[in-house]
């Protein structure tokens, strides 16, 4: 596609349900980060996709929290048992290489998936 | 740890007038900086950039002036419109990471 796909766009869910999210990326894009954004506060890394390699899990907040990628392709970020804190919006981004390589300027972001746990 | 600290939260400017918004890191092993600019159920989007072998970058009317030896680094919209109200979130990155790291963002608003 055109640009980084989310969804669902909107979720509300009850206390202690389990929810994913999708994110379909840049066809070609090799790299793959997962963000939440809490209101009024910036954005909080929660783990990177490269290609084949090992996913940089470092940001990720608890147990609960959990993605996975096919290859170079959807990603699906799975929250276990969720509770109010987890209400955030999540952003997904893709780029073509490597941060590092590539800079930072093409890394695309989509719209979010807004998550409303009651 | 807030590794990027940015101000302020908000603000409000009126068309026509300068808007500034500030940023100050920490690690000295960041060697980029780029700004986002969201709008209401948006993602971010790059705005501009810059690296620390310059002072300033700019881009029409949207300038970003480096100071290393400080550790901050600044937006400047010059002649603001109604059309930037956004939330702007300056990032840094390196460290020998491949991840950007966010300011907590500045909602920007500007009034006719």
């Known amino acids: 596609g055109a640009g980084v796909s989310q969804s669902p766009s909107n979720k509300v869910t009850e206390k202690g349900k389990d929810v994913e999210l999708r994110c379909d990326p840049i066809s070609g894009h090799t790299a793959l980060y997962w963000y939440r954004q809490r209101l009024g506060q910036g954005l909080e890394f929660l783990i990177y996709?490269?290609?084949?390699?090992?996913?940089?899990k470092s940001g990720l907040p608890s147990d609960r929290f959990s993605a996975e990628r096919t290859g170079e392709s959807v990603s699906t970020l799975t929250i276990q048992r969720t509770q109010q804190e987890d209400s955030a919006v999540y952003l997904c981004a893709s780029s073509l290489r490597n941060l590092k390589l590539s800079g930072a300027n093409v890394l695309t972001f989509g719209a979010g998936s807004r998550l409303t746990v009651l | 740890q807030q590794q990027v600290k940015q101000s302020p939260q908000s603000l409000i400017v009126q068309k026509g007038g300068i808007s500034i918004i500030n940023c100050a890191y920490e690690n000295t092993a960041f060697d980029y900086f780029p700004w986002y600019q969201q709008f209401p159920g948006k993602g971010p989007a790059l705005l501009i950039a810059?690296?620390?072998?310059?002072s300033e970058k700019k881009e029409g009317r949207f300038t970003i002036s480096f100071n290393k030896s400080a550790k901050q680094f600044s937006l400047h919209i010059m002649d603001s419109q109604p059309g930037d109200s956004a939330t702007y979130f300056c990032?840094?990155?390196?460290?020998?990471?491949?991840?950007?790291?966010f300011g907590t963002g500045t909602q920007l608003k500007v009034e006719l």
């Open positions: 990032a840094a990155l390196g460290g020998g990471g491949n991840k950007l790291t």
């Open positions: 996709f490269q290609g084949n390699s090992a996913p940089d």
């Open positions: 810059i690296r620390p072998d310059v």
